[in-house]
């Protein structure tokens, strides 16, 4: 049984294993930096559908038959999927599994949906509610305009500032025995809103949750930045991510050394014109499912901690002059 | 000739307003056209539009602002020649041309073309 501790971390007893993580993304994402370790690119952004959204179900299903595959296990293995993206009613990952014939449980946590969905099925393989599970998260950027801001028929310019939603989905299975990095602990995060209300700046509406839910998990364990290889935040890009190393000096822990951000990672900010990074759930989930999988392969990660960040923006709030509320889950892995 | 440049430069100046608003403010695309459109309507009610469609033509007659003005002039021109009805139907008179061929052309190309990542 898995044992809570602190405020809100939970340190998990059979402790789930990643068996395998695979990631397919789109062309941009496939020019950028990380291009090697994604298990596909389509250069495509209907990849062979006829809608964005078809498009998105379509590159989700796929990662999950690349992930089962490079696990060795049978889709009859599998006991749940836990899977979201970020459209209403989850539409990319319904449609992706509606032919799975798996038990699906739809996730939404924005951004956020990758880690959420690993903390969620570690609790129930530690818990023994299944044996084998799926974590699985994504996004494209033409149905995330459409959904969030004008659809690319209408042809609106975007604002300079604004993240570029990643197209691309990455997936993990969970495994109760088997060979790879565990999942030892999970902390997961609290809603936090600081009045945040600029959709194009969401990395601001997110720092503040990432940097409640990274304090509140060392103070759990009683830990300090240094005993982790590597702190991942999911999306905040280049801005959020700045602003989070300063929230977290006024707390007291000084991580500058040891963060990383996946919304940063995916791209060259500079050559690839997207100034402060990569967003939506695809974007952490790729990056994990394969570049820091690959890491801990190699050895050169031992512990991280994996804090994917969502805004969890509504439209429609917002267009009532709501603000942004934030939210982040940490997962801890280790080698 | 002359012409042609005199309405580049015109219609240059008012794009490049659109894109400062744009960079520079919060203000969302849709509502910048909205603030176009109004511009425009205000301009052409005081006459002040006119004489910039005279020297720069196309330049100035066919981004938003020269929708309003459109819209300005054919309400007070119903005014005049049908009472306080025009309010409501000269706007939408003066400017069928542009709304019909709006609608029309938007739709052929919505059947026509498939919308695609800008590279």
Same mark, same amino acid.
């Given at each position: 049984?898995?044992?809570?501790?602190?405020?809100?971390?939970?340190?998990?007893?059979?402790?789930?294993?990643?068996?395998?993580?695979?990631?397919?993304?789109?062309?941009?994402?496939?020019?950028?930096?990380?291009? *090697?370790?994604?298990?596909? @690119?389509?250069?495509?952004?209907?990849?062979?559908?006829?809608?964005?959204?078809?498009?998105?179900?379509?590159?989700?299903?796929?990662?999950?038959?690349?992930?089962?595959?490079?696990?060795?296990?049978?889709?009859?293995?599998?006991?749940?999927?836990?899977?979201?993206?970020?459209?209403?009613?989850?539409?990319?990952?319904?449609?992706?599994?509606?032919?799975?014939?798996?038990?699906?449980?739809?996730?939404?946590?924005?951004?956020?949906?990758?880690?959420?969905?690993?903390?969620?099925?570690?609790?129930?393989?530690?818990?023994?509610?299944?044996?084998?599970?799926?974590?699985?998260?994504?996004?494209?950027?033409?149905?995330?305009?459409?959904?969030?801001?004008?659809?690319?028929?209408?042809?609106?310019?975007?604002?300079?500032?604004?993240?570029?939603?990643?197209?691309?989905?990455?997936?993990?299975?969970?495994?109760?025995?088997?060979?790879?990095? *565990?999942? @030892?602990?999970?902390?997961?995060?609290?809603?936090?809103?600081?009045?945040?209300?600029?959709?194009?700046?969401?990395?601001?509406?997110?720092?503040?949750?990432?940097?409640?839910?990274?304090?509140?998990?060392?103070?759990?364990?009683?830990?300090?930045?240094?005993?982790?290889?590597?702190?991942?935040?999911?999306?905040?890009?280049?801005?959020?991510?700045?602003?989070?190393?300063?929230?977290?000096?006024?707390?007291?822990?000084?991580?500058?050394?040891?963060?990383?951000?996946?919304?940063?990672?995916?791209?060259?900010?500079?050559?690839?014109? @997207?100034?402060?990074?990569?967003?939506?759930?695809?974007?952490?989930?790729?990056?994990?499912?394969?570049?820091?999988?690959?890491?801990? *392969?190699?050895?050169?990660?031992?512990?991280?901690?994996?804090?994917?960040?969502?805004?969890?923006?509504?439209?429609? *709030?917002?267009?009532?002059?709501?603000?942004?509320?934030?939210?982040?889950?940490?997962?801890?892995?280790?080698? | 000739?002359?012409?042609?440049?005199?309405?580049?430069?015109?219609?240059? $100046? $008012?794009?490049?307003?659109?894109?400062?608003?744009?960079?520079?403010?919060?203000?969302?695309?849709?509502?910048?056209?909205?603030?176009?459109?109004?511009?425009?309507?205000?301009?052409?009610?005081?006459?002040?539009?006119?004489?910039?469609?005279?020297?720069?033509?196309?330049?100035?007659?066919?981004?938003?602002?020269?929708?309003?003005?459109?819209?300005?002039?054919?309400?007070?021109?119903? $005014?005049?020649?049908?009472?306080?009805?025009?309010?409501?139907?000269?706007?939408?008179?003066?400017?069928?041309?542009?709304?019909?061929?709006?609608?029309?052309?938007?739709?052929?190309?919505?059947?026509?073309?498939?919308?695609?990542?800008?590279?």
């Amino acid at each position: 049984m898995a044992k809570r501790l602190g405020s809100q971390t939970v340190v998990f007893d059979k402790q789930p294993i990643i068996l395998s993580g695979a990631a397919i993304v789109g062309k941009k994402e496939g020019d950028g930096p990380l291009a *090697r370790y994604f298990d596909d @690119v389509v250069d495509d952004e209907y990849a062979g559908e006829k809608t964005f959204e078809a498009a998105e179900s379509r590159i989700l299903k796929d990662t999950f038959s690349k992930a089962l595959e490079k696990s060795g296990k049978a889709a009859a293995d599998i006991n749940v999927i836990l899977a979201g993206d970020l459209l209403n009613q989850s539409t990319a990952a319904s449609y992706a599994f509606r032919d799975a014939n798996t038990p699906f449980i739809g996730l939404f946590g924005a951004c956020s949906t990758m880690s959420e969905s690993l903390t969620i099925g570690s609790m129930l393989i530690d818990g023994g509610s299944a044996d084998y599970a799926v974590c699985a998260a994504s996004s494209h950027f033409c149905s995330a305009e459409r959904q969030f801001r004008f659809p690319l028929e209408y042809g609106s310019q975007r604002t300079p500032t604004a993240q570029w939603t990643v197209t691309g989905s990455g997936a993990v299975i969970l495994g109760k025995d088997g060979q790879g990095p *565990r999942i @030892v602990c999970a902390t997961p995060g609290k809603i936090i809103d600081q009045g945040i209300k600029d959709a194009n700046n969401m990395g601001a509406a997110m720092a503040p949750a990432a940097c409640d839910t990274i304090t509140s998990h060392l103070k759990d364990l009683g830990r300090s930045a240094d005993d982790y290889d590597l702190i991942l935040t999911g999306d905040l890009g280049s801005f959020g991510s700045s602003m989070l190393n300063d929230l977290m000096i006024k707390n007291g822990i000084d991580m500058k050394n040891k963060h990383k951000d996946c919304g940063t990672l995916i791209f060259d900010l500079e050559k690839q014109g @997207v100034n402060c990074g990569g967003s939506g759930c695809g974007c952490s989930a790729a990056v994990f499912s394969t570049y820091i999988m690959n890491q801990f *392969r190699q050895g050169a990660l031992k512990r991280i901690l994996f804090i994917a960040t969502g805004a969890l923006m509504s439209p429609t *709030r917002s267009q009532q002059g709501e603000s942004i509320p934030g939210v982040a889950h940490a997962v801890c892995i280790e080698a | 000739m002359a012409d042609i440049l005199k309405a580049f430069l015109l219609g240059g $100046i $008012i794009c490049v307003i659109g894109q400062l608003l744009i960079d520079l403010t919060k203000i969302t695309p849709a509502r910048i056209m909205v603030v176009f459109v109004v511009l425009g309507v205000i301009l052409g009610l005081f006459g002040l539009y006119q004489p910039l469609v005279e020297w720069g033509s196309a330049g100035a007659s066919v981004p938003l602002t020269g929708f309003g003005n459109t819209l300005a002039k054919g309400v007070i021109k119903e $005014i005049n020649e049908k009472g306080f009805l025009g309010v409501f139907t000269g706007g939408v008179k003066a400017a069928a041309a542009g709304i019909t061929a709006a609608v029309t052309f938007g739709y052929i190309m919505a059947i026509a073309s498939k919308p695609k990542v800008k590279k």
